[in-house]
């Protein structure tokens, strides 16, 4: 959080005493007039303590007309976004969250020493989701660098019962502080960063039991851990995470009132000891931008592009090749055919007689059979069993499956040159 008048800046660290301190970093007489003339407002965090910065909505309330309307004016719904001036995002160690529109926006996160002397302008734009007015102003974050960056020893908390809006409010976060301290007895504590879980690839909570995002908290100082913190690098403690049970930890008391930590997620980093690897990039190729200065378009006085090559190349050249083909397909198919009389000067005077012989056979026998007056079938006769006595009906096509069913009982065959005589048989077998 962020403290100004008209007259100097002050700004929160959290330096550690009982509580957290407010130090005032300027006394030159720099004024930031906080009215509706949108003034740009200064704020002066240090490189590798964690900043936050609240949005009020009280002070954003006075940017907005009075509502002409009955309502309660003071508690208008506001959301704000943030961007870098000229950038549709913030930067990349700069986070924003705000619950709901009826709570106040909070920036914060953990500027490094490559950011140190470089203005960073904040543009913080408010929305009255009421009125639909909106009010702007600029806030620009002087990074300076301290000679206690970087703490050579850095622990980070998971706290289960703590949302991140909740653990950056500075009462909760100066409570954890304190219990921090109280365990490590450091001569420097600062808090170095901030992260939910969520952040994490954690999960959404269910709304239920008061269940809680989760956040991670950082913090640095300048003596080794104390021996409490190294207990969970133990193999009983080890053991027992791995089967996810909660080691045993015995300053975990000076905790429990305020914060559930999860112990086995906690990270015990000594800097002095971490071996830097420094990696040789690869050149990058003509397609990629390099990482310092601005992209610059083509201008606006292009020469026009004649796309006609293209077209003959895209569509008149396979036209023409399928045209081309569909000609010799036509030729081949209709131009070159034999014909009837070519085909029998081509073929044998033997194999025409014979297979006209066959074609007059053919529709002889087919004429025959249209014209002849003889008796039915004798399939269609009746059929005697000699087993039984029965006499089986003749075969009709209104009771074919009838008779074939009989038949196929009497597991008969009865030979037809029996029932009707051999030249009937013979007439058939010519036919």
């Not at 910065?53 to 002409?68: A, D, N």
């Not at 208008?76 to 705000?98: A, E, H, K, S, V």
């Not at 002087?142 to 020893?153: A, D, G, K, V």
């Not at 499956?401 to 007439?427: D, F, K, R, W």
């Amino acid at each position: 959080m962020i403290k100004n008048n008209a007259h100097t800046h002050k700004r929160e660290t959290f330096c550690y005493q009982e509580v957290i301190t407010f130090v005032s970093f300027l006394s030159a007489p720099v004024v930031t007039i906080l009215s509706r003339s949108h003034a740009d407002r200064n704020v002066y965090p240090s490189a590798g303590v964690l900043f936050v910065h609240v949005l009020e909505r009280e002070y954003f309330k006075g940017e907005f007309p009075p509502y002409p309307k009955s309502g309660d004016a003071s508690n208008d719904p506001i959301t704000f976004n943030t961007n870098l001036m000229g950038y549709p995002d913030r930067p990349g160690w700069l986070r924003y969250i705000q619950r709901t529109p009826h709570s106040d926006g909070v920036l914060y996160g953990s500027p490094t020493a490559e950011h140190v002397g470089k203005p960073t302008i904040i543009e913080i734009t408010a929305y009255n989701r009421r009125t639909f007015e909106t009010a702007r102003h600029n806030l620009v974050i002087n990074i300076m660098s301290t000679e206690e960056f970087p703490l050579p020893y850095q622990a980070e908390f998971y706290i289960k019962n703590m949302n991140v809006e909740e653990m950056l409010a500075s009462e909760v976060l100066g409570d954890f502080l304190g219990a921090v301290k109280n365990v490590w007895q450091p001569e420097r504590l600062n808090a170095i960063n901030i992260t939910s879980a969520l952040d994490r690839g954690g999960r959404v909570p269910l709304p239920i039991n008061n269940l809680k995002e989760g956040v991670y908290v950082m913090v640095g100082a300048d003596v080794p851990f104390s021996s409490c913190l190294r207990e969970v690098e133990s193999p009983h403690n080890q053991l027992r995470c791995s089967q996810e049970m909660e080691p045993v930890i015995s300053c975990d008391k000076k905790f429990r009132a305020q914060f559930h930590i999860d112990w086995c997620k906690i990270s015990l980093v000594d800097i002095t000891k971490v071996v830097m690897v420094h990696s040789n990039r690869p050149d990058p190729g003509t397609g990629i931008l390099p990482e310092f200065g601005e992209y610059n378009p083509p201008s606006e006085s292009l020469k026009g592009r004649d796309y006609f090559s293209d077209f003959l190349v895209t569509l008149a050249v396979p036209s023409a090749v399928a045209l081309v083909l569909f000609f010799i397909l036509g030729y081949s198919m209709c131009c070159r055919r034999e014909g009837v009389e070519k085909r029998n000067m081509q073929t044998p005077d033997i194999q025409l007689v014979h297979h006209s012989s066959i074609q007059k056979s053919t529709k002889e026998l087919r004429n025959m059979s249209k014209n002849r007056e003889i008796s039915w079938p004798l399939s269609t006769l009746p059929v005697f069993n000699p087993v039984s006595g029965e006499v089986v009906p003749p075969i009709h096509p209104d009771n074919y499956e009838t008779t074939m069913h009989v038949c196929t009982q009497t597991n008969t065959y009865i030979h037809p040159c029996s029932l009707a005589g051999a030249q009937t048989c013979g007439l058939q077998a010519s036919l």
